[in-house]
Each structure stands twice: as structure tokens, then as C-alpha cells.
């Protein structure tokens, strides 16, 4: 008998129940036996339960391990926390994995993009300390632990090695933050040096690895960054294969994992059946995999590649030059994974 997975699903905010409804819809439809437990995190928990990030949902994901996420809002200049740093800080997911590939069947300047971001998820200026010294000066700490470095410069050369990766490149701005970004380099250097030989090492200045990003991305494979840079430079990489609705991603902790796509709550087009649910259900791909469901992970992917393929405007949504709607590229994977 087919085993049943148990994973937590938090919709989130925006169009976040669009999105991971879709990612749930698709993965049923593959025939993966899913207990699905529904808690809440974001706006929509603060109107249920009074707080953004509720402790029952905190529990549930300590208790399950796994979990299928939708983006959650956050207010900008004030307001709480980030429920994501929240999240990755609470439970250590310390690595964001986040494949950015070039799809058959959307265009973009860009070809053959293979890139797989590696993100410190836990620290550096996404701390959260900050405070007025005095009216008119405040000050926003970056915290930065060899621990912390060494751990996801482990994680980055481990994944480059498992999945057959040439190199790997670490983005940095050492040359002004000498101690917070040296201390960075140093550790992913200490790496390398001691169980990564075989995997080639580059260290680019990030404002320059960002031009050479967008002059020639096949020339990059794993990158791995802290925390902030990874923010933006996934958003820059997304750009790259078709933009945020079609970029997925995971974090990682040890024995645990949240997998949820890059973009965020999308507010300019939530509610509106609008939002392209491809980062989602490539998401949930992912999910597949971890959990050992390889071949209804290899089937979901193989249809989202064949309706992408087939370059139907009727079957793919507006950010990607269509005009379908969330439910009708949904339904466009689901016909074809059963077809
Ligand atoms: P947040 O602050 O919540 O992280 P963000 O700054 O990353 O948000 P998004 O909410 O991801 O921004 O939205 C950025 C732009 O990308 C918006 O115009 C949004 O409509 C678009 N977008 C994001 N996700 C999708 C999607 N899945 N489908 C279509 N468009 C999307």
C-alpha cells in the first residue's frame, strides 16, 4: 500500500491559497497519498487566531517535518516580524535551495540557465536587531557566525556534489564589510579546502557577480550567499527564466524542510485567479522528491513541461505571455498528467 505522508499546508496570504491550492490539487492528482494538515500563518492567522505565527502552527511543523507553504505578507517599515524569518529562525531551516532554470516554452533572453541559489537563511542583516541610538540614527545589526557560514558553505558544496555540480560561487562585498563578508569568505575557503577539492571555487564582489549574471548566466551554477544578497539575487536570477511565478524553492533544516516558491503575496493580483501557480507546483515537485515520491514528482513535471511546451496562450497565465487563468494551467497539468 501506497504510505500516506503527513505534511503541514499553510496557504498564507495574497495569492497564497491560489497558488498552494493548485500545488495540493496537482499532487493529489498524481495519486500521492497526502494527510494534509492545515495550519495558518500570516494575515490570515492574525484574523483567526491573534497572532501571525501561531504556536499550534510552529508545533505542527516540529511534529510533521515537512510542509507545503504559501507566501506570507509583511508589512514594510513597521509592523511584525517577517513570518519566513520567523519561521527559518525558529525551527533553524538554515539553507533556502531555490533552482532557477530555463524552461522550454518561455522565452526570455536567456538561455540554458541551470542555476541553484543556496541561501543562509538564519542570520546576517535579516536578524532583526535594529534600534534608534537617537532621534534621527538608527542602527540594523548584521550578525555573522562561523558557525552559521560554515554550515551553509557545507550545505552549498554538499548539494553541488550530489547533483553532479561543477562549481560553486560565493557572492560577497568583503572588500567593505572586511570582518562580516571576510568571515563569510573564510569559512566557505576552510570548506573547500578540507572536503570539496574536486568541486571548482569562485568568489565574485556581488555587484559585479550581478552584471555577470544578467550579461551571461550559463556561466553560473550553484551560488551560494547570505541571507540578504540571497533575497535579492533570487528575485535578479528569477528574472532571468520568466520571473517570479516560475522559480520554486525549499528550505532546509536538519530532518526538516518547508518548501515554498520565491515570489511573495503577490497583493496587486490576489483574489484574481490571475496568479501563474507554477512556482508552487514546482514546489510541491520538490516536496515529492524529499519525501521519496520520485516518479509522481518526474510525472507532475513532465506534464507542466509538455503544456509549457506546447506554447498554448489559452494554457499558460498572463506574467508568461498567456491568458489563462490560475484554474485553467491547473487543469491544463492535471489533463495531462492523467491523459
Ligand atoms: P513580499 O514582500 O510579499 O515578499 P515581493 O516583493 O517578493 O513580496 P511579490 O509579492 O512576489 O513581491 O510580487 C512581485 C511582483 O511579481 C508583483 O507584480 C506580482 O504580481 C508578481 N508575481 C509574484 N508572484 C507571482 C505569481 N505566482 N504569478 C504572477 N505574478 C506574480
Redesign the pocket.
Known sequence: MAKTHAVVLIEG???GPE?IGASRRVIEAAGVSVAWKVHYAGAEAFEKHGAVLPAATIEALREHRCALKG????P?GGGHTSV?VQIRQQLNLYAAVRPVRSIDGIDTRYKDVEIVIVRENTEGLYSGIEHQIIPGVVESLKIVTEAACTRIAEFGFAYAREHQRKSVTVFHKANILKMADGLFLKCSRAVREKSFKDIEYKELIIDNGCMQLVRDPSRFDVLVLDNFYGDIVS?LCAGLVG????VPGANFGDGIAVFE?????????AGKG???????IMSGVMMLNYLGETAAAGRIKGAYNAVLAARDPALR???IGGNAG?QAFTDAVIARLKG
Do not use: F
Open positions: 496570504d495574497g495569492i497558488v507566501p506570507t505578507g509583511t514594510i519566513n528575485d520571473g517570479l511565478g516560475v516558491s520565491v515570489h511573495g503575496s503577490a497583493p496587486d493580483i490571475l496568479a501563474n501557480p507554477l512556482a508552487a497565465t498572463r506574467d490560475t
